[in-house]
């Protein structure tokens, strides 16, 4: 099921609705197995990496992204294909890239489970590169069935990230004290040669190393930070040159091709788009950095008049007359223009952006929002408007929603009804869900629905990207 299809009916059973997903210890299993088969292809294929966090960074999965070091010369492309061929059909799929940061959605049992994987050929924070990658490659162990850094390194790393994000907190400085605790020699070798600290520094660290107290460390961090970053612009300053065009670079990228989706959910009043839409932004597990929701243009009156108006009559108000319908159209001319780029930098960020008004309604239902102009212009307008990514047409009988919501008469249901269904055959990107079934089973389906859309995007994108 992808929403590239042409439209389609979705009534799941009440009886098939998924089960809740369990907790992430009893996905463990599971995500170890799938990532397993992961790296044990990045071996078969020749392409080194490490767990920049080593293998405990598997205990904050699915939560946190998944760190991982890999060869300068590995492309996307590459990834792409090790990663399906791992996963395969029955264990999960690709449901996002950007160059190399992958979205998997993980089959457990009756639910799905959404891991990020962050592949980079550099060790950065921000712009400032303060390791080596080839080093720590060349310097990696096996643990647990992983590829990770030394102790040294891993140490040495974590330390320094630590540092050049100002993040001193308690939580960073009791993982140090259990490294420190475990290898107290190795720790202290690995501060001799963090090269990008002054000696005095070095010498706070050491002592810290020593003694266990870190507390100078915590007072002085910003310090330390600033220090730090000071030091690696100085000696590297075409490596900062090189990190800024990167990071413009995939920004572009993000603008150009974004990552998120925007979803348009239509239908008559009483056929329950506000809870589904509050269920969505609710949903956790739907992989996304942002949930917006936004409606069409609102009412010119209300730009300045913002207390909330009641709905509940929405056909009350007669049709404004002609030059004021003149009116409406050029301020919704506008907002469709802004709405364009403010909708491509909220999808660039990875956001889901839901609607629980759109353009669509004004053609369905013009009376409500109290049109007397040319339906041409209408259509003019559309033209200008940003296609959403899925429509998501809520169905139900006009004696259903008039049962739920009585406001409107029961011709005036069946037309609207009839218009919904007519409009959304000419949408390809629409999908009709069936409004009478549990708000969960719908919630299901729609969820379905979203996934199906971003996996379908990294099955039909056949560009070779090379990161």
């Known amino acids: 099921m992808t929403a590239a299809e042409p439209q389609r009916v979705i009534n799941t059973p009440d009886d098939q609705i998924r089960e809740p997903a ?14 397993s088969r ?3 292809a990045l071996d078969a294929a020749g392409i080194p990496y490490v767990l920049q ?17 890999i060869g300068a010369n590995c492309t996307a492309r ?10 395969g059909p029955q264990r999960g799929r690709i449901v996002r890239r950007n160059l190399l940061f992958f979205d998997l959605e993980i089959f457990a049992r009756s639910h799905s489970v959404f891991v990020k994987l962050d592949f980079v050929t550099e060790i950065r924070v921000g712009v400032f590169e303060y390791a080596t990658a080839t080093r720590i490659l060349g310097r990696r162990v096996q643990r647990n069935g992983f590829w990770v850094p030394s102790v040294e390194d891993e140490f040495r790393l974590y330390l320094l990230r630590n540092i050049l994000k100002g993040r001193m907190d308690e939580k960073t400085i009791a993982r140090l004290s259990q490294m420190v605790e475990a290898a107290p020699a190795t720790c202290m070798r690995a501060v001799t040669h963090m090269d990008y600290l002054p000696i005095a520094t070095r010498m706070k660290i050491c002592s810290a190393v020593g003694n266990g107290d870190w507390s100078e460390i915590k007072f002085s961090a910003a310090e330390i930070t600033a220090r730090m970053r000071k030091s690696i612009a100085t000696t590297h300053p075409l490596g900062i040159a090189s990190a800024y065009l990167d990071h413009w670079r995939n920004r ?40 917006q929701t936004r409606g069409f243009a609102s009412p ?20 404004r007359g002609p030059i004021l319908s003149l009116a409406k159209v050029a301020y919704w001319s506008l907002h469709a223009l802004w ?14 952006i839901l609607y629980d008004r759109h353009f669509f309604d004004i053609l369905v239902d013009p009376v409500r929002y109290r049109y007397a102009g040319p339906r041409w212009l209408l259509h003019a307008v559309k033209t200008l408007t940003p296609d ?29 009804r009839n218009a919904y269904l007519e409009l959304v055959e000419t949408l390809p990107q629409s999908v009709v869900l069936d409004a009478t079934m549990r708000a969960d089973a719908v919630l299901e389906c729609a969820r379905e629905t979203v996934i199906d859309t971003l996996a379908a995007r990294v099955v039909t994108d056949v560009r070779p990207i090379h990161a």
């Open 78 to 87: 590459q990834l792409t294909d090790i990663i399906n061929g791992a996963l």
């Open 252 to 291: 572009l990228h993000r603008l150009a091709d974004p990552g998120g989706l925007s979803v348009v959910v239509l239908g008559p009043d009483g056929a329950g788009k506000s809870s589904l839409i509050d269920e969505l932004e609710r949903e956790g597990s739907l992989p996304f950095d942002l949930v």
């Open 339 to 352: 709405s364009r780029s403010s909708l491509r930098r909220a999808k660039a960020a990875n956001g889901l």
């Open 388 to 416: 959403p990514d899925v429509i998501l047409l809520l169905d139900a009988p006009a004696e259903v929603l008039h049962k739920r919501k009585p406001e409107l008469e029961m011709q005036e249901r069946y037309r609207q």
């Open 53 to 69: 966090d080593g293998d405990e960074c598997l205990d904050r999965m699915p939560q946190a992204d998944l760190d991982i070091l």
């Open 22 to 35: 369990p907790g992430k210890l009893a996905n463990r299993p599971i995500l170890e197995d799938c990532l």
């Open 38 to 40: 992961i790296f044990a």
């Open 300 to 319: 010119i009156h209300r730009l300045v008049d913002k207390k909330p108006k009641k709905t509940d009559t929405p056909h009350a108000f007669p049709p």
